[in-house]
Nanobody, 112 residues
């Protein structure tokens, strides 16, 4: 099982980034997928989740209306479109498959 995140970087407040998570080694379409983030000195927090078919999504209140989670089951990928970024969005963003599988994360830094 492998989950590889990409798309992180440094962005100014108000900017946008699109994260991608490439999955392999398991039946991607059978798993609910989630994005989490972890800021320095803070606990890991759930950001967004998407159902197996992509028909259902949910978001943490802190990102609702700014972030969009999506998936492509043909490409075994899950995405996180992040808009109107704030400095408090800074952290390592990780994707998770079901309850067990984690990626290594990609760093997002929001700073002027």
């Amino acid at each position: 099982v492998q989950l590889v995140e990409s798309g992180g970087g440094l962005v100014q407040p108000g900017g946008s980034l699109r994260l991608s998570c490439a999955a392999s080694g398991f039946t991607f379409s059978s798993y609910v997928m989630s994005w989490y983030r972890q800021a320095p000195g803070k606990e890991r927090e759930w950001v967004a989740g998407i159902s197996r078919t992509g028909g259902g999504t949910d978001y943490a209140d802190s990102v609702k209306g700014r972030f969009i989670i999506s998936r492509d089951n043909a490409e075994n990928r899950v995405y996180l479109q992040m808009n109107s970024l704030k400095p408090e969005d800074t952290g390592v963003y990780l994707c998770k498959a079901g309850l067990l599988y984690w990626g290594q994360g990609t760093q997002v830094t929001v700073s002027s």
